[in-house]
Each structure stands twice: as structure tokens, then as C-alpha cells.
């Protein structure tokens, strides 16, 4: 059997329950390029809608099924008539060599690589599809208002049912050592029950969160960080400041995110900043270093993005990525430095 994409060795589970290789979390909420309607793969249009469901599905049973072991399988990558254009656009060869990878070591290495049943090491949950911010390359923002898409469904994926799925993980993954509560479509900080889940992981596991850092209090955040210790990593999604993080992040309050972030790093949490970095906030990349070490956060990743233009439906820009050269370069040696 050669389940998902091959590339990342990660499997995703939606707030629906259902089972995705990693380029995909839903087929039918992929934006275009320029930010419009989305654009779907055919192959799965005709499956039964409930055909990766792990309610009513076994882990086993969904990747064994023919869109894993065909469709998402880098093996067809070459014939359209089986691989999904999806996983090559996310996986295949050009998109590796853009990300500065050693492609060669990379397709030498693929067999090492497979995410199979023995070997797969991180599942990725979403457990919710409520977010209280407004990004504009979110799958689940409409760049006109700055909202949540109408088709969208809100919903809190049920705790006894997220507690079911970790725990078949364990059972079926044996060398499964980490979860991921990443938000796609919504930020885990939303759910209800965050706290009790987070108890629920770290005592078996290794737990990640990835938050815009706005939502729950300072309180919140010193008691996770001594409850769950060294098994949790908290993820906060910053991109720059206060007078640029909310160009992206859009209705986020600093000070919610300042406060907390603080609380948590105070408390001996284990903290990281991601940084999307575009054309209005690169210039902060050595301050926002600084503010890291002062802080005691443990790693900071600066994301060069490469999207172009997000724009409202009438063509007003919203954030733009770096494409001058040179300032490329002056990014590159700042985040190097």
C-alpha cells in the first residue's frame, strides 16, 4: 500500500472526520491562484461523499481505498488519467525544487519517505472551522469582507469524537509520536474544549498548536504551559508588529496576542513564531528577532511568501509578496544572520 503524497509523511483529518493527504484537507475549498473561485479535482467529485469519513470508517479502510492508493500516489504522478493535479502541483518536482530542497536526495530517498501504516510519525487534526481573524489566503476567508464564506460550515468537531480518532491513531500508527491541532479552516484556540484536549494529547503524546495568538487570555496560557510541559509546542502565527500583523491577520487584537504569548513564554512554555513575510512587513524581520530572544521564544520561522497579490473581487490589494530581488536577497541574509 502507498498512501497520501510521499513527500511530507503527513496525513490530515478535518473537522469533519474525514482522512486527506496533505496538499488537499477538503477538495472543494481550494482557492484559485489569483484568490477566486475554488477549483476542484474531478476524481473525487464522483466518490460517495462519505468515502474517507472515519465515522463510519476505519483507518484502514480509508487508505486502502483506491483514491489513496492510486490517486494521491506519486507513482502516477506522470499520468493524468490517475495522479491528482493537486499532488503534483503541491508535490511534484518543481514544486520541491522551489522550496530549496535537495531534489535529488529527495527522489533517491522517496522509498524511505512512504507514510505507511509502521511508519507514519504526525497526524494533523482540524477541530473546528471557527477563527476569529480574517486572512486573506485562508481558505475559509471571502477577501471582500474580510469574513468567513457563506458555504462555509461552522462547526466544533465533538470532544469524544476527537478523543476516538486520537485514540485510534495509536492504535493503527504504532510509531505515531505527535499531533497537530493546525486550524486550516478554523484556529484550535476556538474550540470549547482546547483545554481539556490539550491534557487529553500530552499525556500520551506530543501536541502542536498553531493559533493567531489573539484568542483565550494570559491565564490560559500559563496553565497549559505547566500542565503540559514539555510535550506541547504552541505555534503562533505573527506576521510582523502592531502596525502590520493585522494586514494579513485582519481583526485581530495586539494586545491579546502580545499578552499572551508573553504569558506563555513566561510560564517555560515552548513557543514558536511563525512570520509570513510580505512587501509591508520585511522590514521587521530583525526586530521581531530581537523581540524573540527577548522573549525566550524557543524557534522563529520567517516564510518568504510566493503569492503574488491578494486582492478583493474588484482588483484593491490586500497584501502583496516581496518579488524585488535584491530585498530578497537582504531578506535571506537577515533571517540567515
Not at 491541532?181 to 487529553?200: A, K, N, Q, S, V
Request: charged residues 25%; contains cysteine.
Amino acid at each position: 500500500m502507498s498512501p497520501e503524497c510521499k513527500i511530507w509523511n503527513l496525513l490530515k483529518v478535518d473537522e469533519n472526520l474525514r482522512l486527506w493527504p496533505c496538499p488537499f484537507v477538503s477538495n472543494s475549498h481550494h482557492k484559485t491562484e489569483s484568490g477566486g473561485k475554488a477549483v476542484r479535482d474531478e476524481f473525487l467529485n464522483v466518490l460517495d461523499k462519505d468515502w474517507n469519513s472515519l465515522q463510519n470508517k476505519s483507518f484502514d479502510e480509508v487508505l486502502n481505498h483506491n483514491a489513496f492508493t492510486t490517486h494521491f500516489n506519486y507513482e502516477h504522478w506522470d499520468d493524468e488519467t490517475k495522479c491528482s493535479w493537486i499532488c503534483k502541483k503541491n508535490c511534484g518536482e518543481p514544486k520541491l525544487k522551489n522550496q530549496d530542497l535537495d531534489h535529488q536526495k529527495m527522489k533517491r530517498n522517496r522509498s524511505k519517505l512512504l507514510t505507511t501504516r509502521k511508519s507514519l510519525q504526525s497526524l494533523e487534526l482540524g477541530i473546528t472551522s471557527h477563527c476569529n481573524a480574517g486572512c486573506s489566503g485562508c481558505d475559509r476567508t471571502d477577501n471582500n469582507t474580510r469574513k468567513a464564506r457563506q458555504d462555509l460550515k461552522l462547526i466544533h468537531t465533538p470532544t469524544i469524537k476527537i478523543k476516538q480518532c486520537i485514540d485510534n491513531a495509536i492504535e493503527y500508527f504504532p510509531s505515531l509520536r505527535n499531533i497537530v491541532f493546525c486550524g486550516t479552516r478554523g484556529d484550535p484556540m476556538m474550540h470549547p474544549d482546547i483545554e481539556e484536549l490539550i491534557e487529553y494529547v500530552c499525556w500520551r503524546l506530543h501536541l502542536k498548536i498553531n493559533t493567531n495568538g489573539s484568542l483565550r487570555s494570559p491565564d490560559f496560557y500559563k496553565r497549559i504551559a505547566d500542565v503540559a510541559n514539555e510535550h506541547l509546542k504552541i505555534v503562533f502565527s505573527i506576521d510582523g508588529l502592531e502596525d502590520t500583523n493585522h494586514i494579513y491577520r485582519y481583526g485581530l487584537s495586539w494586545d491579546n496576542i502580545w499578552n499572551n504569548i508573553t504569558s506563555y513564554c513566561n510560564a517555560g512554555g515552548y513557543a514558536q513564531w511563525d512570520f509570513l513575510v510580505w512587501e509591508h512587513n520585511w522590514h521587521q524581520i530583525p526586530k521581531v528577532k530581537q523581540i524573540c530572544n527577548n522573549l525566550g521564544v524557543k524557534h522563529v520561522e520567517f516564510k518568504i511568501t510566493r503569492q503574488g497579490t491578494h486582492r478583493q473581487q474588484d482588483g484593491t490589494p490586500i497584501v502583496k509578496s516581496v518579488e524585488d530581488e535584491q530585498t530578497l536577497n537582504t531578506i535571506k541574509e537577515w533571517i540567515n544572520g
